[in-house]
């Protein structure tokens, strides 16, 4: 069935109450297609009859003519819409989430908790944007928060030391990461089947649908990075 | 001679008896032109003064045109009014007189305008709950669905063999948009009234799909409305949510996320290759880690696009 638009409607006929009534049924089937008479019934006068019966026929037509239905409700109707999806990135916001209190729950060497705390995110604009609005003005412990964005690994190198580095890579790429910060404190978090076995320190996985996150605690004492308890009850391994 | 007496009093009071059903009839009968005269002339209010004072006399008690003029002033009166609303006085008087007017009989050509009368009538409650779905406040509820059973209730009387549920199912989708609609909006709300409204849209859809599982737009609008509430939740996380909230939090989306799959998923066997919601089934399953599946609609998307 065709549905109309509420122009549509409106143009096609007169503006009667008891037609706009009418056109407020949702599903009028032909045969119920009736026009009923604009002004004053009279009581069953054989004027007010013909004229019905001729306005009846002549909405007809033009139905029949324009090959439409009848107006339904929807057709006028905001609902004809379906709702609209939020395309937030739900998974960065959970992320995101989890990567401040990676920064706020671990310890770092004293050296590096003076000036800014910085957190570095490698190729994952969304998740990047979601942390700029959500705690970029925040801070760790007496630091004040930055947070830092990069399209690939390349770019990291020419930035100041980070404490904290996201990215989203795996393997042999990851394990390129993992190497060139081998000997500093930076927290190295993956999102990697292989994460762990490739230089990441916490590397989140999915449970039961849920995201969640791996550690690797004596690495990461290695580097001299003290893993926050609250951190460590919650991961999964 | 006693015996021709008493048949002459008998006569005369036959007589009598029926002069005076006569005389009542006739001025019954003019009651009832009087009132119609006023009527054509536009002048409703005086046209029901003239006629419900004597409605109730036993002269018209059974007089079937006498109710039907009577149901068409009130219906006239409730057009010129204005009034709204369930319990609109003159509109339910109209249906009241009408169909005690259907019931004592009337002539053919009466009968189909009372009959026209009470679909108009009908109809004008079906538009009103429509009209405040569509203007849709909280708490507006009862009163929509109490519009829309007196809709129902005149159109069984009508028609006792008319199938109105898909219209109920309609109009359950409608309320369930609308609550949802209500979700959507920035006007502040306690948490126990949002909870409390997205609880209502879930359960008019749920209403709308008992009536019709295969409507498309409920199955859709339902999975949707499921998951936007998991992703609202997740918006509310910030800095001051702990470990614990976080991992609460995450719990309360995946499980309104796993929720919204079943109906997104029948939305989708229905019309497979609708792009919102191999879009939504994309997203749905990528909130729910599940990675392959989510990069196997994507798949689906571009391929359709790229035939476009």
């Given at each position: 069935?065709?549905?109309?638009?509420?122009?549509?409607?409106?143009?096609?006929?007169?503006?009667?109450?008891?037609?706009?009534?009418?056109?407020?049924?949702?599903?009028?089937?032909?045969?119920?297609?009736?026009?009923?008479?604009?002004?004053?019934?009279?009581?069953?006068?054989?004027?007010?009859?013909?004229?019905?019966?001729?306005?009846?026929?002549?909405?007809?037509?033009?139905?029949?003519?324009?090959?439409?239905?009848?107006?339904?409700?929807?057709?006028?109707?905001?609902?004809?819409?379906?709702?609209?999806?939020?395309?937030?990135?739900?998974?960065?916001?959970?992320?995101?989430?989890f990567l401040?209190h990676f920064?706020?729950s671990n310890e770092w060497?004293?050296?590096?908790?003076?000036?800014?705390?910085?957190?570095?995110?490698?190729?994952?604009?969304?998740?990047?944007?979601?942390?700029?609005?959500?705690?970029?003005?925040?801070?760790?412990?007496?630091?004040?928060?930055?947070?830092?964005?990069?399209?690939?690994?390349?770019?990291?190198?020419?930035?100041?030391?980070?404490h904290v580095i996201y990215c989203?890579e795996s393997g042999?790429?990851l394990q390129r990461i993992a190497d060139a910060i081998s000997n500093a404190p930076v927290l190295l978090i993956s999102d990697a089947s292989d994460g762990l076995q490739n230089g990441a320190l916490i590397n989140f996985v999915?449970v039961?649908?849920?995201?969640r996150y791996e550690i690797n605690s004596e690495e990461a004492a290695k580097r001299d990075l003290l893993i926050g308890n609250?951190i460590l009850s919650w991961a999964v391994k | 001679?006693?015996?021709?007496?008493?048949?002459?009093?008998?006569?005369?009071?036959?007589?009598?008896?029926?002069?005076?059903?006569?005389?009542?009839?006739?001025?019954?009968?003019?009651?009832?032109?009087?009132?119609?005269?006023?009527?054509?002339?536009?002048?409703?209010?005086?046209?029901?003064?003239?006629?419900?004072?004597?409605?109730?006399?036993?002269?018209?008690?059974?007089?079937?045109?006498?109710?039907?003029?009577?149901?068409?002033?009130?219906?006239?009166?409730?057009?010129?009014?204005?009034?709204?609303?369930?319990?609109?006085?003159?509109?339910?008087?109209?249906?009241?007189?009408?169909?005690?007017?259907?019931?004592?009989?009337?002539?053919?050509?009466?009968?189909?305008?009372?009959?026209?009368?009470?679909?108009?009538?009908?109809?004008?409650?079906?538009?009103?709950?429509?009209?405040?779905?569509?203007?849709?406040?909280?708490?507006?509820?009862?009163?929509?669905?109490?519009?829309?059973?007196?809709?129902?209730?005149?159109?069984?009387?009508?028609?006792?063999?008319?199938?109105?549920?898909?219209?109920?199912?309609?109009?359950?989708?409608?309320?369930?948009?609308?609550?949802?609609?209500?979700?959507?909006?920035?006007?502040?709300?306690?948490?126990?009234?949002?909870?409390?409204?997205?609880?209502?849209?879930?359960?008019?859809?749920?209403?709308?799909?008992?009536?019709?599982?295969?409507?498309?737009?409920?199955?859709?609008?339902?999975?949707?409305?499921?998951?936007?509430?998991?992703?609202?939740?997740?918006?509310?996380?910030?800095?001051?949510?702990?470990?614990?909230?976080?991992?609460?939090?995450?719990?309360?989306?995946?499980?309104?996320?796993?929720?919204?799959?079943?109906?997104?998923?029948?939305?989708?066997?229905?019309?497979?290759?609708?792009?919102?919601?191999?879009?939504?089934?994309?997203?749905?399953?990528?909130?729910?880690?599940?990675?392959?599946?989510?990069?196997?609609?994507?798949?689906?998307?571009?391929?359709?696009?790229?035939?476009?």
């Amino acid at each position: 069935m065709n549905r109309l638009t509420s122009k549509q409607i409106q143009s096609m006929h007169a503006v009667s109450d008891e037609l706009s009534a009418r056109q407020a049924s949702p599903s009028f089937s032909t045969r119920e297609r009736k026009v009923m008479v604009r002004g004053k019934e009279r009581f069953g006068s054989s004027t007010w009859k013909s004229s019905r019966v001729a306005r009846g026929f002549i909405a007809a037509l033009i139905c029949c003519i324009c090959g439409i239905d009848v107006p339904t409700l929807e057709a006028q109707s905001q609902f004809t819409q379906t709702s609209t999806l939020d395309e937030s990135d739900t998974r960065s916001i959970t992320k995101a989430n989890f990567l401040f209190h990676f920064a706020a729950s671990n310890e770092w060497p004293s050296e590096f908790m003076e000036g800014p705390f910085r957190l570095a995110i490698i190729g994952n604009p969304s998740l990047h944007a979601i942390l700029s609005d959500k705690y970029a003005m925040k801070s760790i412990g007496l630091q004040s928060l930055e947070i830092l964005g990069f399209e690939d690994v390349a770019s990291l190198e020419s930035a100041p030391f980070v404490h904290v580095i996201y990215c989203e890579e795996s393997g042999a790429k990851l394990q390129r990461i993992a190497d060139a910060i081998s000997n500093a404190p930076v927290l190295l978090i993956s999102d990697a089947s292989d994460g762990l076995q490739n230089g990441a320190l916490i590397n989140f996985v999915s449970v039961n649908n849920r995201i969640r996150y791996e550690i690797n605690s004596e690495e990461a004492a290695k580097r001299d990075l003290l893993i926050g308890n609250r951190i460590l009850s919650w991961a999964v391994k | 001679m006693s015996a021709m007496k008493i048949d002459i009093r008998s006569f005369l009071l036959a007589c009598v008896v029926v002069s005076a059903s006569l005389c009542s009839s006739l001025w019954a009968q003019s009651e009832v032109d009087r009132a119609t005269e006023l009527g054509r002339s536009g002048d409703w209010t005086a046209a029901k003064q003239a006629l419900r004072p004597v409605l109730n006399t036993p002269a018209y008690q059974t007089n079937g045109r006498a109710w039907f003029v009577m149901g068409f002033i009130h219906k006239e009166l409730h057009k010129s009014t204005g009034e709204f609303g369930s319990d609109a006085p003159e509109r339910l008087e109209a249906i009241t007189c009408l169909q005690r007017a259907m019931q004592l009989g009337m002539n053919p050509t009466d009968r189909a305008v009372a009959v026209e009368a009470m679909d108009f009538l009908s109809r004008s409650y079906f538009r009103e709950a429509i009209g405040m779905v569509e203007g849709f406040t909280w708490g507006s509820t009862d009163e929509i669905q109490a519009l829309y059973g007196r809709y129902e209730a005149l159109e069984m009387s009508l028609n006792p063999t008319k199938d109105l549920a898909p219209q109920r199912s309609d109009l359950s989708r409608y309320l369930g948009q609308a609550h949802a609609m209500l979700l959507e909006s920035e006007s502040p709300r306690s948490s126990a009234e949002l909870k409390a409204i997205f609880e209502a849209a879930i359960g008019h859809y749920g209403d709308a799909l008992k009536g019709n599982p295969n409507d498309y737009a409920a199955q859709y609008n339902l999975a949707i409305t499921l998951y936007n509430e998991g992703v609202r939740k997740l918006k509310r996380i910030n800095h001051e949510t702990s470990m614990f909230e976080l991992m609460e939090i995450q719990d309360g989306c995946i499980d309104l996320f796993e929720r919204a799959l079943s109906p997104m998923q029948a939305a989708h066997a229905q019309q497979p290759n609708r792009l919102e919601t191999l879009k939504g089934l994309m997203t749905l399953h990528y909130a729910l880690s599940q990675k392959t599946a989510s990069d196997a609609y994507r798949a689906q998307i571009e391929q359709i696009l790229g035939n476009r």
